[in-house]
Nanobody, 124 residues
Framework: QVQLVESGGGLVQSGGSLRLSCTISGAPLDPAIAWFRQAPGKEREGVSCISVSDGSTYYADSVKGRFTISRDDGKNTIYLQMNSLKPEDTAVYYC??????????????????WGKGTLVTVSS
């Protein structure tokens, strides 16, 4: 069965950094994987997406220039490097697949597999 497991969340001060990992088992990294986040009282939103076929990366405007998505095919893992964190980045972060990076919200409604999430808290 397909499983996605996120890790790397935690408490960090404003301006700090964290690196999230999403390890996939039971399926290859194909065709694309996305990161989402959900803050308390808000809808889940797409943060970033990576296309495995050509390596293209996509970012929400709110994180562009601060977050970087990458992959390690050998480890079947997707990473989200988050720098210059702000209190408004506080949320539970999820990875999901299969994503459609080039459509609205990375095709959230069509995702078959989700991780359980990892909590990121940014203090001011």
């Amino acid at each position: 069965q397909v499983q996605l497991v996120e890790s790397g969340g935690g408490l960090v001060q404003s301006g700090g950094s964290l690196r999230l990992s999403c390890t996939i088992s039971g399926a290859p990294l194909d065709p694309a994987i996305a990161w989402f986040r959900q803050a308390p009282g808000k809808e889940r939103e797409g943060v970033s997406c990576i296309s495995v076929s050509d390596g293209s990366t996509y970012y929400a405007d709110s994180v562009k220039g601060r977050f970087t998505i990458s992959r390690d095919d050998g480890k079947n893992t997707i990473y989200l490097q988050m720098n210059s964190l702000k209190p408004e980045d506080t949320a539970v972060y999820y990875c999901a697949m299969p994503a459609l990076c080039y459509v609205s919200d990375y095709g959230r409604e069509g995702m078959d597999y989700w991780g359980k999430g990892t909590l990121v808290t940014v203090s001011s």
